[in-house]
Structure formats: C-alpha cells, structure tokens
C-alpha cells in the first residue's frame, strides 16, 4: 500500500501529515517540483517580502518532521505522466513509482503578461519562494515600481514595496481594486489606505508595453501614459495546474473535477487545493477555491476518504490578507450578493454583510475580528439576521446572531 502525493504546498504537505494522523501505514511519498523545503505561500507577498519572516520561518516543516513521519520527500522532481492502468507516475529522469491512491495537489500557476515588451527584465510574478527571492535580489537596485493587477497579491506587494521605500504605481484594468472579490466599500477604503500611504492607484487603465532595453524602463498605458519604472511586478492571476490529469484522461472543468471526497473520476485518484473543482453543498455549486483554508481543509477530506474514514467536504471558504495596518478577513463567497449592509465600529474598523435573496452569504471585515469570527461560526447556515441591527455598531454581534433563523434545512 502506498500513497504519492504530486504537490507540495498546503495541500500535499497536510494531506500527508493527516494521512499519519489517520493511521495511514503504507508508504507516503511527497513530490515537490521546486528545491526548497516545502514553505507558506502567503508570507511571500508580506513578510517575507519585506525581510522580518527568516526563512527557517517559512518552511510547513522542518527537514527532520519528513523523516520522522516516514514521508518520502522528493525535491526538485517533476512527474511527467500518470499511468492510470498500471498505478504508477513516471518522473522526468524515467523513473517510475508505484501508487495505491495517488492525491494530485498541482496547485496553480500564475499568468503571464502578453504585451510587446514582457520578454525583458525587471518583470517578475509573485507564487513562488523563486519569484520572491528575485525580486529581493533585485531591489537594492529600485527606485520605481509598477503593480500590474488590482487583486489580493497586487495589492499586498504593493504594500509591502511601499514600506520598503520604494515608489509604487498600481494600474487596474477595472473601476476598481477587488472589483471581482469585494463591495465598492471595502475597495473604497483600501484604496484610500494606499494612497494615504503613497501608493498610487490607477483605474480603469490596461497596460499595452513594456519599455525599455534589455531591461525594463516602465509601462505605458492605453490612455497614453507613460509609467517609469525600474521594476514591474505582475498579479493577474492564476490558473489551475491539471496538465498531468488530462494527460492521463480525468474529468476536468475549471480544475480537475472531484466529487465530495476529493476523488477524481479515478477511484484511486484524488485532487485537492487550487487545481480541484468540487461541487460546493453550502452555495450549491461547484467551485475552485485558491485558499490555504481550502487547501488544509480539503486536504483532512482527503485522508479520511483513504483511511475509510470517508466525510464530505462542506467547509466554509474563509480568507485573509494583511496591507499596512488593516487586515482583511473574509467569510464566505459574496458572488451574486443583492445587498450589503455596513457596520462601521471605528475609522479604521469596518465590516460588509453580503445578503442574496435576504440570506446572509458572505461577510468582509477589516480590522473587526469579533465580526469576522462570528459570522463566519453561522454562515454554513445561511441564517436570516436584522439588519437594522447588524448595520448599529452599539448593539453587540454576538447578541444579533443569537437565535437567528437558518435558512438551510
């Protein structure tokens, strides 16, 4: 009996240590096409960025946690094929390992700009330990840079290159930052709270070249202009990693399809985190969701379902992201909301309850935890609350949601 895991983010490295946890006796082995150590993906964009995380830091675990667990951890190894016949993957240098369940935690892979001029230096992404090391490596030498790309990482490396003194243009190809993820409220006030802080935000703009030499000089714009730049950041994006499961035939639509125990179309194939598309039973829907909530949690379904310990997943997608002072948590999925309801606490506390067909969906809090945690303990409901008394800061949030009607049954 053995298990091999294709991935080594969140997803992989917890669905291995769950598997143990489980009491998972075959043998593991854990594939990482990149050399570092399995890390935290969502210190690359802050703190680890900005140089106040060590790397020691970063690391899901250390070195010895693999050996002790008796988890086969490869590095540096990519997998070029699944045989779905013979239960085996086959490696790059033509190796071939056998499997008994095989999880696929590919993750997803940033997209790349494709504009004149994205061939030359100074452009970076931001997914990878990688991609964030270049980017240290190469700020001594910046002055100005520009963020293409209005999302949470656009936004959070905006925020961290501003603290690090560095001049910062973000440029978004919507009315908004967020437009996609959030109300006009919560955008409104993160832009303020970039601006005040120097950033400057464009909107409404698409980028059209990359200028410059052989490296870099900055972007210019549909409109015109002209940014300077020493640096350009891009955040536009990802997609999700399902190369192998096509390769080998599995169901895919948005990510590789999976059903609430995380298995493929294959019964000995399973897929979890950013590359799964499951059928959601709280918002009765399918969905991908790029979260480390999402990737943990999927990855406990996962060993459950292996260990004969099958329970569907219906966790609640949650979410955070820190920028200067403010952070941001988000509960639930606010796509297709008809009403928001605001709940101001302070100047820099704010909270927005996203309602559909007077069902609570969703909330997004910033700097307003007690609202966050609340909420986010009843949303798997979908429970009618009173407004009017969730939009007064003097009445308790706890209180508001004390007997509050489901809407589920």
């Given amino acids: 009996m053995s298990c091999i895991i294709i991935g080594a983010s969140h997803a ?150 501003n603290k690090m003194g560095k001049n910062v243009t973000v440029l978004v190809n919507t009315a908004r930052p967020l437009q996609h993820l959030t109300s006009p409220v919560i955008s409104d006030y993160l832009c303020r709270l970039h601006e005040d802080n120097g ?53 895919i639509s948005n990510g590789v399809e999976v059903n609430g125990y995380m298995q493929t179309s294959d019964e000995h194939i399973y897929a979890i985190g950013d590359c799964a598309n499951f059928h959601h039973a709280i918002y009765n829907k399918p969905l991908r969701i790029e979260s480390v909530q999402n990737a943990t949690d999927q990855a406990k379904t996962v060993a459950q379902a292996i260990c004969n310990k099958a329970s569907a997943y219906t966790a609640l997608p949650w979410f955070w992201s820190d920028q200067y002072d403010a952070k941001l948590q988000i509960a639930g999925l606010s796509t297709g909301y008809d009403e928001v309801v605001v709940r101001q606490e302070s100047d820099t506390s704010l909270a927005a309850f996203y309602f559909a067909k007077e069902r609570l969906i969703a909330v997004d809090t910033i700097n307003q935890p007690k609202s966050f945690m609340v909420a986010r303990k009843h949303l798997p409901t979908l429970p009618n609350i009173d407004k009017t008394l969730l939009a007064d800061p003097d009445v308790a949030v706890s209180d508001i949601f004390t007997g509050a009607e489901a809407c589920l049954t």
């Avoid at 013979?86 to 369940?101: C, F, I, K, R």
């Avoid at 997914?127 to 100005?144: C, E, F, M, W, Y």
């Avoid at 490296?215 to 990693?241: F, Q, R, S, W």
């Fill in 12 to 161: 992989g490295v917890q669905a291995a240590v769950n598997l143990r946890g489980q009491g998972y006796e075959g043998g593991i082995t854990l594939i990482s096409a990149e050399k570092v150590l399995p890390y935290q993906r969502p210190p690359l964009s802050k703190a680890f960025l900005q140089d106040t995380l060590p790397e020691q830091r970063l690391w899901l675990r250390p070195e010895a946690f693999y050996q002790q667990k008796h988890i086969d951890l490869k590095l540096n190894t990519r997998v070029t094929a699944i045989n779905r016949e013979q239960q085996t993957v086959v490696l790059e240098n033509g190796d071939t390992l056998p499997y008994s369940q095989l999880i696929l935690a590919t993750g997803a892979s940033v997209r790349r700009l494709n504009l004149p001029g994205s061939e030359r230096k100074g452009i970076h992404y931001l997914r990878d330990h990688s991609d964030t090391s270049g980017i240290k490596a190469q700020l001594p030498d910046v002055t100005n840079v520009v963020v293409i790309g209005g999302g949470y990482i656009g936004l959070e490396a905006a925020a961290s290159l």
């Fill in 199 to 251: 950033v400057t935000i464009e909107t409404n703009i698409l980028a059209t070249e990359i200028t410059g030499g052989a490296h870099l000089d900055g972007v210019t714009c549909d409109n015109g202009k002209h940014y300077p730049a020493d640096m350009v950041v891009a955040g536009i994006g990802v997609e999700p990693c399902t190369e192998l499961a096509a390769m080998c035939g599995l169901a």
